[in-house]
T-cell receptor
Framework: SQTIHQWPATLVQPVGSPLSLECTVE??????LYWYRQAAGRGLQLLFY??????ISSEVPQNLSASRPQDRQFILSSKKLLLSDSGFYLC???????????FGSGTRLTVV | QKEVEQNSGPLSVPEGAIASLNCTYS??????FFWYRQYSGKSPELIMF????GDKEDGRFTAQLNKASQYVSLLIRDSQPSDSATYLC????????????FGTGTKLQVIP
């Protein structure tokens, strides 16, 4: 069966520090992968999506970047975190067009 | 701008009652519709999807779709305290590059 792994679960980082969040999917190949952010009390904001290795589309210009070095690995990064980067970061994958997403367990990031 | 609208709530219902959650969307050509449940501090979990006009039932859950009115709803029969969560409506918009747009969610409280 397909599973999605995301880590770490929680992270507290100072302003200006770098960030790297990793997401991996098992049990499938060539998945569509997504990074979402959910700020406190707000909806899900799509940050990046990828349909294949090295193929990244950015939805919202900001302080973050994404990479897909392997078929089932999706990484979210920042060189210098801002206070506004705090939130709940969710990785998701979709195995077939038109179907819903399956989310990882999420990373709660607090920038202090 | 393709939008998905939900009443933020909270919607309070007594245990055993029917909870009715509503969602409207802006793109008449939308193809797929999803309901996610999100417990506080957790990632969203897909509970229902519907593609055709009418009703779709799964256990205590019924999804209803009316494409002419651009309206999708979720009914929860025999509501339980464990159903207390935020329910997110999501829509797969036509022409979107395999992306799903989420509403901001309705918080449901089931009162014992």
């Amino acid at each position: 069966s397909q599973t999605i792994h995301q880590w770490p679960a929680t992270l507290v980082q100072p302003v200006g520090s770098p960030l790297s969040l990793e997401c991996t999917v098992e049990g499938t190949s060539n998945p569509n992968l997504y990074w979402y952010r959910q700020a406190a009390g707000r909806g899900l904001q799509l940050l990046f999506y990828s349909v294949g290795i090295g193929q990244i589309s950015s939805e919202v210009p900001q302080n973050l970047s994404a990479s897909r070095p392997q078929d089932r690995q999706f990484i979210l990064s920042s060189k210098k975190l801002l206070l506004s980067d705090s939130g709940f970061y969710l990785c998701a994958w979709k195995w077939q067009a038109g179907y819903g997403y399956t989310f990882g367990s999420g990373t709660r990031l607090t920038v202090v | 701008q393709k939008e998905v609208e939900q009443n933020s709530g909270p919607l309070s219902v007594p245990e055993g009652a029917i909870a009715s959650l509503n969602c409207t969307y802006s793109d008449r050509g939308s193809q797929s519709f999803f309901w996610y449940r999100q417990y506080s501090g957790k990632s969203p979990e897909l509970i229902m999807f519907i593609y055709s006009n009418g009703d779709k039932e799964d256990g205590r859950f019924t999804a209803q779709l009316n494409k002419a009115s651009q309206y999708v709803s979720l009914l929860i029969r025999d509501s339980q305290p464990s159903d207390s969560a935020t329910y997110l409506c999501a829509v797969f918009f036509s022409g979107g590059y395999q992306k799903v747009t989420f509403g901001t969610g309705t918080k449901l409280q089931v009162i014992p």
